[in-house]
């Protein structure tokens, strides 16, 4: 449901929003974000401009990318992490990607209580993805959130990926830094970890290693690491590390954010750092083009008459899928 104030942000003239936006005001980035997410084309249109208006205050915030199984403790370690930058001067905006939202409502709204420390710190900034959508529809509004975060003087982006599958690819294609969290115990560990996930890993964290854990998170650091080994890793600059946290009792978290700060100023000093954002651009572009294209194909009045005669066909073998996608172009025109 929109905000009751969010009418006010399609209101204002686009160099007051923007304005506003610069100035860090918290109310008109909440509804800035609900004008980005809203569907309406003439909202739509006035979102982009408003992104645009505002690219040349982006760039400049640290995006990391967090994921972890259920009950690895996200968003306690986000919490924690949050308020200990928070603390040290940074400003620290929270997002989440969730593909499972349409079914759930949205679980980062739990999170968002979870994280208490963080709800309620004026230095920070939580906000949920839309309730409904595609991924790639999600991601989307995502991107546009996170720019309008750091034109508004947020540093630091963390992104929270909170749904399974696809979406740990997608959050990795839109941040600087990937990290995946990891529970403690030797042998079982990686059972739920998917070689995809560790391919695009810029450091692992074990978590909950405080305690009677210690042990066990140590045994599980070190398969990790032998994991990590027999890959090859994204770039000869940076070779991911293991490092063992507990976000609950605070511990080895200063560490962490100091390996997101080391490989920033490594891929810096060799240009992979402007590099990969400039291709995370283009590919934006060229998901956004994809999905543009898709909504007209399946909007094509032609196109819907025919087409679950072509899905028939195709499912029983009467037609090729070749042919069925010939005569689709076709009746678009391509």
């Known amino acids: 449901m929109s905000s009751p104030t969010a009418p006010l942000a399609r209101d204002l003239s686009l160099d007051a929003l923007a304005d506003r936006i610069r100035a860090g005001d918290r109310a008109t980035l909440a509804r ?17 401009r408003l992104v645009q208006a505002l690219l040349p205050d982006t760039g400049r915030a640290h995006r990391v990318g ?6 690895v403790g996200k968003s306690t370690t986000i919490d924690t992490l949050g ?6 001067g940074h400003r620290v905006a929270v997002l989440a990607v969730d593909p499972s939202s349409t079914r759930t409502g949205g679980s980062i709204l739990g999170d968002k209580t979870r994280m208490a420390r963080l709800a309620v710190d004026e230095r920070a900034f939580i906000r949920p ?5 595609t991924l790639g529809g999600v991601a989307a509004k995502t991107r546009e959130t996170m720019l309008l975060c750091e034109a508004a003087g947020f540093d630091v982006i963390l992104v929270e990926t909170v749904g399974v599958g696809q979406s740990e690819t997608t959050v990795a294609d839109m941040v600087d830094f990937f990290l995946v969290l990891m529970l403690p115990g030797a042998g079982d560990e990686l059972q739920g970890i998917k070689k995809g996930v560790l391919e695009i ?5 074990v978590n ?3 305690g009677d854990n210690a042990t066990r998170a140590r045994l599980a650091a070190t398969e990790y690491r032998h994991a990590l080994h027999i890959l090859a ?3 000869p600059t940076w070779t991911p590390p293991v490092v063992l946290v507990s976000g609950l009792a605070n511990q080895g978290l200063e560490a962490m954010w100091a390996q997101v700060e ?4 490594k891929l810096t000093a060799t240009g992979e750092f402007a590099e990969r954002r400039r291709q995370q651009q283009v590919k934006w572009m060229w998901t956004l083009l994809e999905e543009r294209l898709l909504g007209a194909l399946e909007r094509n009045p032609r196109v819907k008459a025919r087409l679950g005669g072509l899905e028939a066909g195709v499912r029983e073998g009467t037609i090729s899928a070749a042919l069925a996608v010939e005569e689709i172009a076709g009746l678009m025109g391509l």
């Open 129 to 133: 993805s839309p309730s409904s959508g």
């Open 201 to 205: 890993a810029d450091l692992i964290a």
């Open 262 to 265: 080391l490989h920033r100023a």
């Open 83 to 88: 308020s200990n930058l928070t603390a040290a």
């Open 208 to 210: 909950k290693s405080d």
């Open 233 to 235: 890793p994204k770039t």
């Open 66 to 71: 967090i994921t972890g199984v259920p009950g």
């Open 32 to 48: 800035a974000i609900t004008l980005v997410e809203s569907r309406k084309p003439e909202h739509q249109e006035k979102a982009h």
